[in-house]
């Protein structure tokens, strides 16, 4: 059984560019939630994919998007970047009304 | 939305005491999970608990539903615990798969 995998580890963009990160569910799993974590603060819900649609979403604006495949893996885009989104990004996968678990994450700095 | 709150904020241990972490929830849920994040950013899970006890190895959690609280309890800490230690739970008015996070309890193990 493979875990949660995200892709890239770090990343460096700058501001007014687009970014695109990757998640990969854990086998078994059908549904991925993408979370913003800030340096000192706790995880913050950005929105979920369940069947490949959007299944609830944080107070996060339009140009955070998202997409997950028929194999359930998952995209975090985020358009016109601003200095404020460099930030770890968590991917979580899990089962409905079950377990969550997290990738390595993607750390992203925007300059 | 649900609002999840973890004390204490810091705590400084001397290798081989024991602790105890707290997490307050201001509405009912359905799930309540406790992670370990390491230094590398991963969330490390720890407990699925909505209710009841669970013991692993050094560490038990318990949560009380009706009460809307959860206790983590770290037995004979090692330095291998330091971190942060992060309780998060979604409402059972909110979706599913959204978790709220709280700031979080850092963890100092000292030799």
């Known amino acids: 059984e493979t875990g949660v995998t995200q892709s890239p580890t770090h990343l460096i963009k700058t501001r007014g560019q687009q970014v695109t990160l990757r998640c990969s569910s854990q086998s078994g799993h059908n549904t991925v939630s993408w979370y913003q974590q800030a340096l000192g603060q706790g995880p913050q819900f950005i929105f979920q994919?369940?069947?490949?649609?959007?299944?609830g979403r944080g107070n996060f604006p339009p140009r955070f998007s998202g997409l997950q495949f028929p194999n359930y893996s998952s995209e975090l885009n985020v358009n016109a970047l601003e200095l404020d989104d460099s930030a770890l990004y968590l991917c979580?996968?899990?089962?409905?009304?079950?377990?969550?678990?997290f990738g390595q994450g993607t750390r992203l700095t925007v300059v | 939305g649900i609002q999840v709150e973890q004390s204490p904020p810091d705590l400084i241990l001397q290798e081989g005491a024991n602790s105890t972490l707290r997490c307050n929830f201001s509405d009912s849920v359905n799930n309540l999970q406790w992670f370990h994040q390491n230094p590398w950013g991963q969330l490390i899970n720890l407990f699925y608990i909505p209710s009841g006890t669970k013991q692993n190895g050094r560490l038990s959690a318990t949560t009380v539903a009706t009460e809307r609280y959860s206790l983590l309890y770290i037995s004979s800490s090692q330095t291998t615990d330091s971190g942060v230690y992060f309780c998060a739970a979604p409402s059972v008015t909110d979706s599913w798969g959204k978790l709220q996070f709280g700031a979080g309890t850092q963890v100092v193990v000292t030799p």
């Open positions: 994919y369940y069947r490949e649609e959007e299944n």
């Open positions: 979580a996968s899990s089962s409905i009304f079950t377990e969550a678990f």
